[in-house]
């Protein structure tokens, strides 16, 4: 008997690029020479700039203002001197609607309309995002299904107007002309603990750590691994969830949970009349005339059960709900499953015990429900949603870095068989370090900041950031005048460091005096600046 061939790793683990992210740089940086000739800005071909721009988070107004900001950088001849494209949150929506389309930024104008007409026109219907959700569910392992898939399916459609399955990797292929693309979100725990390395970043062609310098092939990231060799193949994650995964700012607070669990019951009030047809269905196949099936109390249950967690979470007692929940379970069961907790008053000004409490109960109450939906696949992705909810569960990926070892990456990166993955914009709403890797080598970074609050926010943390992590970065020095009065531009220059220049969307130029006012394209001074030195 031969002697099995050993597995290799799929696993990359060095600050280098990828070899595919090499070959498109050194293509790009001749581009960009030339369009710095055109606008009679001269280098020689070393000296040529690595310029990275960066969109900070914000929801639509994010999306709207990139599409914006590209919009005139593409009008004065800017864009074709970016060499990446990097997005947090909001601003990863604008650019997976741009990469959809092979070479965007040389019809940007066009594009801009088409990306407008979708927005403004008639959105996914419930039929078809439930069709999504449904694929996402039987597609991947039920470990690593998670209110990111929900959110993509139920919630993200309604603000893109679209369910796009394109794949990243797939993408990349029609683009040659455009900047390259890099997609930001956080490892939760990593964050939470405040151990490890929470920047992660997903280009077309690999997924990972990039402090760290810990990758993996996109096509293979939220497969099973172990030891560096992929164990399981899942499905390659779509631009659809690609957007939830980064714009998932819900995963964090009480109040986020309020809006999902009002999500869940429209969702079951959808769903109702499908799960009744269906059951009729099952009946007349099997010929028989059992008792009348308990479909509907089983979704009142569940019904009972979302409206449970609601009147905890805002604080109302939840009692007539439980001794309903008690009662229908004990009847669909025939009397044979009790509920592990006995009926008592939650004490609610005890957030933390009624939360704790209020996630058993309800796992619980769908593990005793789970054989009454058995022949029923609406009912068992609700439960299960229900089940995430229960959990908090955002975002659940297979870990690339399982059992691996390596003392170049973070212990606390290794143990895990699963990692959680939110929006960066938790942590810090610009994607500051995916091109602040050394090996980018990145000279100039633009910023523009869409965020409603602190203008300043993003890069002073930014910068306080690097200074822990010994990561080069210009000083960040803002005047006390400006700070409620923001300039439409600032240039922050260091010795050894990347020049920052960081437009803040609100500032007095598009907004005057009128704070709140929302600008669709940011000021362009600093670029006719930039030319004339």
Known sequence: ?????????????KHSLNENEEEFVARRRNAVLQSLNKLKIHFSQDEVPNIALLGSGGGQRAMVGLLGSLVQLQKTGLLDCVLYLSGVSGSTWCMASLYQESDWSTKLETVKEKIIQRLSGPGVSWTDAYAKLKKYYYEKDEEIFSLTDVFAAIVITTYVNEIDEHKLTDQ??????????????????????????????????????????????TSSFGSKFE?????????????????????????????????????????????????????????KMRKEDPKPLPEDECYQLLMDLVDMNLSVLNGKDPSALDESIRTNLNTLTGGKR???????????????????????????????????????????????IVICMAQWKWGRNYSFLHNMKDEAVPSTLLK???????????????????????????????SLDFSEADPFKTVKEAAETCRKLNIPFPEVNIPSKDVKKPKDFYVFTGQNTPTVIHIPLFNVVNCGELSQLISLISSTSWLRNHRCT
């Open 1 to 13: 008997m031969s002697a099995s061939k050993p597995q290799k790793s799929e696993v990359r683990i």
């Open 227 to 283: 030891n560096g060799c992929k164990t399981k193949n899942q499905p390659e994650i779509d631009m659809l969830y690609l957007q939830a995964l980064c714009c998932s700012v819900l995963a964090d607070g009480d109040e986020n949970k309020k809006f999902l669990w009002e999500k869940i019951k429209d969702s079951l009030n959808f769903l109702r009349p499908a799960c009744k047809t269906q059951m009729k269905r099952c009946k």
């Open 416 to 446: 895990s068989e699963t990692r959680d993955y939110e929006d960066a914009g938790l942590l810090l709403n610009s994607p500051y370090f995916s091109v602040l890797r050394k090996e980018r080598d990145i000279d100039l970074i633009i």
């Open 172 to 217: 990349w292929k029609q683009h040659s002309k455009d900047p390259f693309p890099i997609y930001t979100v956080i490892d939760k725990e990593c964050k939470q603990s405040k151990d490890g390395d929470p920047w992660f970043e997903i280009t077309p062609h690999e997924a990972g750590y990039s402090l760290t310098g810990a990758f993996v092939k």
């Open 338 to 384: 009790q509920m592990v907790f006995q009926a008592r008053k939650l004490n609610l000004t005890d957030k933390k015990a009624a939360k704790q409490y209020m996630k058993q109960y309800t796992e619980d109450v769908c593990n005793d429900l789970n054989h009454c939906f058995s022949a029923q696949q609406h009912g068992n992705i609700l439960m299960r």
